[in-house]
């Protein structure tokens, strides 16, 4: 126990999420360095903060003397523009004042020599060939396949092209612009309830909601020809149907006090229109890939006036066979 009350007492301290222990001055020259795990940038904030100060100062006083080089080059622009035009004007009144026979009115050479500067600063403001320290105009980006009519009708977000690794390129098969929103898709519990449908409640549920779309969207007269034949199908899967106007009318209700209705508002009309085409799960319609397994006749016609719903939204866009 002698012993044991002759040991020193041990301190410790908390420094830097460290337990660190506290060493006497005088026991520091024959104790042992047990730890140097502080980062080196600890030792010197001082330095650091001055180079970062130096560095804030320099980018303030690089910004403001790349706001007086946009300035100036922005006047020199507005001024050779106006030069230019100033000289299509004289030329255009050098040209008016040709000679009619009068000798007080006829133009001499020495006059001619003065016209002829403007007339070649017209030339040059007609035929302006770029600087080569001017950066060239990007031609307008023709959208790929998959792009065409974006947003609304549009393919799925690319993933390969938002990681920057789609090897596709202009013909990839899905959409290449900036998606605001994630895609909304149905949850569970509205598979489960679209699942017992059958093809016609399948169709009076969606139809008013692909309309609905397709007027919010500003898509209404793109749209007539997709909508006209939909509402032919429907129809028709109403008359063969054994209970079809019972099972529009069950839809309808079924679209108001359900969750459906605040799910296929928010969907864009490309989603609605899949779900279409691809028919109601109860009839078979959709595999588990969500594809058309089967294409007919009225299959084929909504699938061409799809695509030429397409073409019209996007005119400039050229489809990669």
């Given at each position: 126990?002698a012993?044991?009350?002759?040991?020193?007492?041990?301190?410790?301290?908390?420094?830097?999420?460290?337990?660190?222990?506290?060493?006497?001055?005088?026991?520091?020259?024959?104790?042992?360095?047990?730890?140097?795990?502080?980062?080196?940038?600890?030792?010197?904030?001082?330095?650091?903060?001055?180079?970062?100060?130096?560095?804030?100062a320099?980018?303030?006083?690089?910004?403001?003397?790349?706001?007086?080089?946009?300035?100036?080059?922005?006047?020199?622009?507005?001024?050779?523009v106006?030069?230019?035009?100033?000289?299509h004007?004289?030329?255009?009144?050098c040209?008016?004042?040709?000679p009619?026979?009068?000798?007080?009115?006829?133009?001499?050479?020495?006059?001619?020599?003065?016209?002829?500067?403007?007339?070649?600063?017209?030339?040059?403001?007609?035929n302006?060939?770029?600087?080569?320290?001017?950066?060239?105009?990007?031609?307008?980006?023709?959208p790929n396949?998959?792009?065409m009519a974006?947003?609304?009708?549009?393919?799925?977000?690319c993933?390969?092209?938002?990681?920057g690794?789609?090897?596709?390129?202009?013909?990839?098969?899905?959409?290449?612009?900036?998606?605001?929103?994630?895609?909304?898709?149905f949850?569970r519990?509205?598979?489960?309830?679209?699942?017992g449908?059958?093809?016609?409640e399948?169709?009076?549920?969606?139809?008013?909601?692909?309309?609905?779309?397709?007027?919010?969207?500003?898509?209404?007269?793109?749209?007539?020809?997709?909508?006209?034949?939909?509402?032919?199908?429907?129809?028709?899967?109403a008359?063969?149907?054994?209970?079809?106007?019972?099972?529009a009318r069950?839809?309808?209700?079924?679209?108001?006090?359900?969750?459906?209705?605040?799910?296929?508002?928010?969907?864009?009309?490309?989603?609605?229109?899949?779900?279409?085409?691809?028919?109601?799960?109860?009839?078979?319609?959709?595999?588990?890939?969500?594809?058309?397994?089967?294409?007919?006749?009225?299959?084929?016609?909504?699938?061409?006036a799809?695509?030429?719903?397409?073409?019209?939204?996007?005119?400039?866009?050229v489809?990669?066979a």
């Open positions: 126990m012993g044991a009350d002759s040991m020193p007492l041990m301190m410790y301290c908390y420094r830097s999420t460290f337990i660190i222990e506290v060493i006497d001055p005088h026991q520091q020259v024959h104790s042992k360095t047990r730890s140097q795990s502080v980062p080196a940038n600890r030792a010197a904030p001082a330095g650091d903060n001055l180079q970062l100060s130096s560095y804030v320099f980018l303030g006083q690089r910004s403001e003397q790349l706001a007086v080089l946009s300035r100036r080059c922005s006047e020199t622009v507005i001024a050779d106006s030069k230019d035009a100033l000289a004007q004289d030329v255009e009144t040209s008016t004042a040709s009619t026979g009068s000798p007080n009115t006829r133009t001499s050479a020495s006059d001619m020599s003065s016209c002829a500067p403007h007339m070649l600063s017209s030339a040059s403001f007609f302006h060939e770029p600087d080569s320290d001017m950066q060239p105009v990007p031609p307008a980006m023709v396949p998959g792009s974006h947003p609304e009708l549009c393919k799925q977000p993933i390969y092209f938002a990681a690794k789609c090897t596709n390129g202009s013909a990839c098969g899905y959409c290449h612009l900036s998606h605001e929103n994630r895609p909304l898709h949850d519990q509205h598979r489960e309830m679209r699942r449908l059958s093809e016609a399948h169709l009076a549920l969606l139809l008013p909601a692909l309309r609905r779309r397709a007027e919010s969207a500003g898509l209404a007269a793109e749209a007539v020809e997709v909508l006209s034949l939909l509402e032919d199908k429907a129809a028709a899967c008359v063969t149907s054994a209970g079809g106007r019972a099972a069950r839809a309808a209700m079924l679209l108001h006090r359900s969750k459906l209705s605040a799910a296929l508002r928010r969907m864009p009309f490309s989603t609605v229109l899949g779900m279409v085409l691809r028919g109601a799960p109860a009839t078979g319609g959709e595999n588990k890939h969500g594809c058309v397994s089967s294409v007919g006749p009225t299959e084929q016609q909504l699938l061409d799809v695509d030429r719903m397409r073409a019209r939204l996007s005119p400039g866009a489809v990669c």
